[in-house]
C-alpha cells in the first residue's frame, strides 16, 4: 500500500524541517543560486516575504517529504 501524502500550508513550527531540505538543495547546487547553508533566521526571512506563499508535502505520520515556496520571481510590475 503506497503512503498518503498531504499538501497543507507551512506552519511555523515546520521551519527546522523546511531548513534541513532548502540546506540540502544548496548543497545539490543545482536549483537555488545560494552557496551558503542559511540559518533558521535567514530562513524564516527569505519565507516571510511579503506576496509569499509555503506550503508543505507530509506523508500520512506527518512526517514533511518537501516543501513549495512561491513568491513574485520579480519585484515591480514583472510579478
Same mark, same amino acid.
Given at each position: 500500500?503506497?503512503?498518503s =501524502?498531504?499538501?497543507?500550508?507551512a ?8 531548513l534541513?531540505i ?5 548543497d ?6 545560494f552557496?551558503? =547553508?542559511?540559518?533558521e533566521?535567514q530562513?524564516?526571512?527569505?519565507l516571510?516575504?511579503?506576496? +509569499?506563499?509555503?506550503?508543505v508535502? +507530509?506523508?500520512?505520520?506527518? =512526517?514533511?517529504l518537501?516543501f513549495? +515556496?512561491? =513568491?513574485p520571481?520579480?519585484?515591480?510590475r514583472?510579478?
Amino acid at each position: 500500500m503506497a503512503d498518503s =501524502h498531504f499538501i497543507r500550508p507551512a506552519e511555523p513550527g515546520d521551519l527546522p524541517s523546511i531548513l534541513s531540505i532548502w540546506n540540502e538543495v544548496v548543497d545539490e547546487g543545482g536549483s537555488f543560486p545560494f552557496m551558503e =547553508h542559511f540559518s533558521e533566521k535567514q530562513l524564516a526571512d527569505e519565507l516571510s516575504r511579503p506576496d +509569499t506563499y509555503n506550503a508543505v508535502c +507530509t506523508g500520512a505520520s506527518g =512526517h514533511i517529504l518537501g516543501f513549495y +515556496t512561491l =513568491h513574485p520571481n520579480i519585484p515591480g510590475r514583472c510579478r
